[in-house]
C-alpha cells in the first residue's frame, strides 16, 4: 500500500491553498480599502501634565464628549447645520469659559467666521506665521486645504504635529462624528489659533 498522495488529492490541496491565500489578499486588502473609507475616531493623547486649570478643564470637557458623543444637535442648540463651531463653543461653555456671539450674545457661535472674528477682536487669535506656538485647549481654525471652513480644539502638540478634537468630522462614508485628526501645526488651510 502507498502512503503518497494520489495526483487529483494534491491538485487539490494546492488549489485549496490558493484559494486561502488569495482570500487572505482579497480580505485583507478589502479591509483596507474599508478603513480608508470608514476613517476611526482616533485615539485621545495623553493629556500635558503642566496645563492651566482653564485648559484642563477644556480638554476633561472635549474628552469626555469624544467618548460619549452625543448627537449633532446636542451641541448646536436643536438646529440641524454644520456644526463644528458649535462643538467649540459648547465644550467652552460647559468647561465654564463661554463665548460671546458678537452679532446675538449667545453663548454659542456657529460660524467659523463669526468665530474667528470674535477671537481677533478679542485679542486672542494668532495668524499662522506669527510665530506663535499653540497649546493645549486652543481653538484652531482652517480654511481651505483639506478641511475647509473649519474649527477644533488642540490636545497636544508634538514637535511640528498637533492633535486636534473637533466636531463635524466624517467618521464613515456618510456619517459625521467627534474625532481625534492629527497635522501639521502650519498644514494647509490652517489659518491660525484662537488661545484659551
Known amino acids: 500500500m502507498s502512503t503518497s498522495a494520489s495526483p487529483s488529492t494534491r491538485g487539490r490541496s494546492v488549489l ?17 480599502g ?9 485615539t485621545f493623547p495623553t493629556v500635558a501634565s503642566d496645563l492651566t486649570p482653564r485648559q484642563r478643564s477644556i ?17 448646536s442648540n436643536g438646529i440641524e447645520e454644520n456644526w463644528c463651531a458649535d462643538f467649540v463653543s459648547w ?3 460647559r468647561a465654564g469659559y463661554p463665548m460671546s456671539n458678537p452679532n446675538s450674545g449667545s453663548w454659542r457661535i456657529p460660524g467659523v467666521l463669526t468665530l474667528q472674528s470674535y477671537l481677533t477682536k478679542a485679542g486672542r487669535f494668532r495668524a499662522v506665521g506669527d510665530g506663535y506656538t499653540p497649546r493645549p485647549g486652543d481653538i484652531v481654525i482652517y ?4 478641511f475647509g471652513q473649519h474649527t ?14 473637533g466636531g463635524n468630522q466624517s ?12 497635522s501639521p501645526l502650519d498644514g494647509a488651510g490652517v489659518v491660525g489659533y ?3
Open 16 to 32: 485549496l491553498a490558493a484559494v486561502l491565500v488569495v482570500a487572505l489578499v482579497v480580505g485583507v486588502g478589502g479591509y483596507v
Open 34 to 42: 474599508w478603513r480608508a473609507l470608514h476613517p476611526g475616531r482616533g
Open 59 to 75: 480638554l476633561t470637557v472635549a474628552r469626555t464628549e469624544w467618548e460619549h458623543p452625543g448627537p449633532a444637535t446636542k451641541y
Open 91 to 93: 465644550v467652552l461653555r
Open 143 to 146: 480654511d481651505g486645504g483639506g
Open 152 to 165: 477644533n480644539l488642540v490636545v497636544a502638540v508634538r514637535g511640528d504635529t498637533v492633535a486636534t478634537v
Open 171 to 182: 467618521v464613515g462614508m456618510a456619517r459625521s462624528g467627534i474625532t481625534v485628526r492629527e
Open 194 to 196: 484662537g488661545v484659551a
